[in-house]
């Protein structure tokens, strides 16, 4: 490592000492992490460090937090690899990997007081895991203030953990900025996931109705909003009708219209179409078992209606074998309007 670059370090003593000595004269970046590192979290660590520049500071967190792991998850069994993990980090372009025991983290045990993540905490993954959005938002609040960064960057696999945290802080005032990352996924559409190892070729086969469904749905959407745009270039008069009739086109300018007149994005067009690829799925060998299908305003996690317009996110959770894997895509409703 060069001579800005401290590698492990183990508590908050330490990182204290790495800054002292660094003499960091830019902004601070953290990347939170659970380890088992893998190109997802390197681009976050990248864009970490850009966000920053070179004369920032970039810490990476390794620590896998028992508060978000109900009874029967696997925390145990939750792959810890702190040897990759520290070469990935560096490569990426960390400046020091903060991986703090259980005991650095929780002293004196399992807090007695802790982060609500609300009414928002309950849906979705909540409903599937009960305290778990509690535990995410305790440990991540514990890592703010341990690291005290400039801003804070997550994967926006994890849609609704991304969402509660930027609403812990605004809430509670943590003076930090919270900055989404795109997902990174394997070639064949997978979203890349500690948990993908898993999987064996079979259940990978099946795991890849995850996505399918998502790109479904995101192309109808595509092509529901297509449609709105051309119905508003075809005026709706007998004239237009004749001259589109004549030249073959009097179904499309039908159509066009129609879509014109019914709700912008129609969403339940989009729930349909990635249904149909998740219950082809249900029906492989071994079969996906859907925890759940959502189309969601970012804003709260509720389900969107007919007539929504703006930014949503569409969201699938799934078990395939023993290995549990969640996915989503942003959408935007109604933009052309």
């Known amino acids: 490592m060069s001579s800005r670059r401290w590698g492990l370090l183990r508590d908050a003593e330490d990182l204290e000492d790495a800054r002292a000595h660094l003499a960091v004269p830019g902004h601070t970046a953290v990347v939170m992490t659970m380890g088992a590192l893998h190109e997802g979290h390197a681009t976050l660590i990248r864009a970490a460090r850009e966000h920053v520049g070179s004369k920032g500071f970039v810490i990476v967190t390794v620590f896998v937090n028992p508060l978000q792991f109900g009874e029967g998850e696997d ?12 070469k ?3 490569e990426a372009g960390a400046d020091v990997v903060l991986a703090p025991s259980v005991d650095e983290v929780y002293p004196g045990g ?7 993540a609300g009414p928002m905490g309950g849906l979705l993954e909540g409903a599937t ?3 778990h959005f509690d535990g995410v938002l305790t440990v991540v609040a514990k890592l703010l203030h341990l690291t005290r960064p400039d801003v804070a960057l997550y994967g926006q696999k994890d849609a609704q953990q991304l969402a509660l945290i ?3 802080a605004r809430d509670l005032n943590f003076g ?9 996924r394997e070639e064949d559409g997978l979203a890349l996931s500690s948990r993908n190892r898993y999987l064996s070729p079979q259940e990978r086969r099946t ?6 469904a998502l790109f479904a749905g995101r192309d109808r959407h595509a092509a529901q909003e297509a449609l709105r745009a051309r119905a508003r270039e075809v005026p709706a008069t007998h004239a237009r009708a004749e001259a589109l009739s004549a030249i073959g086109e009097s179904r499309a300018a039908a159509d066009a219209h129609a879509v014109a007149k019914a709700a912008p994005g129609v969403p339940s067009g989009v729930r349909a179409a990635a249904r149909l690829v998740l219950d082809e799925a249900a029906r492989m ?3 996906l078992v859907l925890d759940y299908l959502a189309l969601v305003d970012p804003s709260d996690f509720t389900e969107i209606d007919e007539d929504f317009t703006g930014e949503a996110v569409l969201a699938v959770a799934a078990r395939v074998g023993t290995t549990r894997l969640i996915d989503n895509i942003p959408l935007t409703f109604g933009a052309a309007s």
């Open 176 to 184: 930090v900025e919270i900055v989404g990352v795109p997902t990174v």
């Open 110 to 116: 399992e807090p007695q007081v802790r982060v609500s």
């Open 166 to 168: 930027r609403r812990m």
């Open 75 to 86: 925390l145990d069994r939750y792959p810890r690899t702190l040897d990759a993990d520290l």
């Open 207 to 212: 795991a890849l109705a995850l996505s399918g």
């Open 129 to 131: 895991r009960p305290g």
């Open 285 to 287: 060998q071994p079969p």
């Open 88 to 90: 990935i980090s560096e």
